[in-house]
T-cell receptor, first 111, second 117 residues
Framework: AQSVTQLGSHVSVSEGALVLLRCNYS??????LFWYVQYPNQGLQLLLK??????LVKGINGFEAEFKKSETSFHLTKPSAHMSDAAEYFC?????????FGTGTSLTVIP | GAVVSQHPSWVICKSGTSVKIECRSL??????MFWYRQFPKQSLMLMAT?????????EQGVEKDKFLINHASLTLSTLTVTSAHPEDSSFYIC?????????????FGQGTRLTVV
């Protein structure tokens, strides 16, 4: 069975500070990994994804994530937080045709 | 990226009535569509997976007769909440994939906020 764990349901950072959202997964097969962002009353928008190849993946809005197989992690980072980054973030694993989502992390950016 | 359009974005209905939500893939063939339900401040709960031209596969605990899913074409899937009750009020989100394309992510609709009064 696949599972996704996001440590910290709420993260607060100051504007301009480093953003780090944690994601660990369990998968019996090499996973496809994703980070999605959700703004209030909207669907999910893809930030970035890892499928194969380079383990450091760059996404939109300055976000990036690194796939670490030994740690079964896919943490999301951004060097400098912006007010517009305040949203809900979901990590997901896809195996086969099925997506498994983490419980989400709400990011608050403090001016 | 590919676009999935979900309609309506919000709906208010009376208890006992039925509501239909549409999910369309605008620029790709969605061989598989997923319907999710999301409660406030929670993650997405997969309700069912629908493949074009076949019956939907429902997750355990989801009532098939209450949440009717139709995926009659490669670009359209519908979710009908039948005899809606206040406890059905939620945010419903669809997503779609073209499984013929490897390494692709799921593309999400904008979501539908259903309020049953």
């Amino acid at each position: 069975a696949q599972s996704v764990t996001q440590l910290g349901s709420h993260v607060s950072v100051s504007e301009g500070a480093l953003v780090l959202l944690r994601c660990n997964y369990s998968s019996s097969v090499p996973p496809y990994l994703f980070w999605y962002v959700q703004y209030p009353n909207q669907g999910l928008q893809l930030l970035l994804k890892y499928t194969t190849g380079a383990t450091l993946v760059k996404g939109i809005n300055g976000f990036e994530a690194e796939f670490k197989k030994s740690e079964t992690s896919f943490h999301l980072t951004k060097p400098s937080a912006h007010m517009s980054d305040a949203a809900e973030y979901f990590c997901a694993v896809r195996t086969g045709n099925q997506f498994y989502f983490g419980t989400g992390t709400s990011l608050t950016v403090i001016p | 990226g590919a676009v999935v359009s979900q309609h309506p974005s919000w709906v208010i209905c009376k208890s006992g009535t039925s509501v239909k939500i549409e999910c369309r893939s605008l620029d790709f063939q969605a061989t598989t569509m997923f319907w999710y339900r999301q409660f406030p401040k929670q993650s997405l709960m997969l309700m069912a997976t629908s493949n074009e031209g076949s019956k939907a596969t429902y997750e355990q605990g989801v009532e098939k007769d209450k949440f009717l899913i139709n995926h009659a074409s490669l670009t359209l899937s519908t979710l009908t909440v039948t005899s809606a009750h206040p406890e059905d009020s939620s945010f419903y989100i669809c997503s779609a994939r073209d499984i013929q394309v490897e390494n692709t992510e799921a593309f999400f609709g904008q979501g539908t906020r259903l309020t049953v009064v």
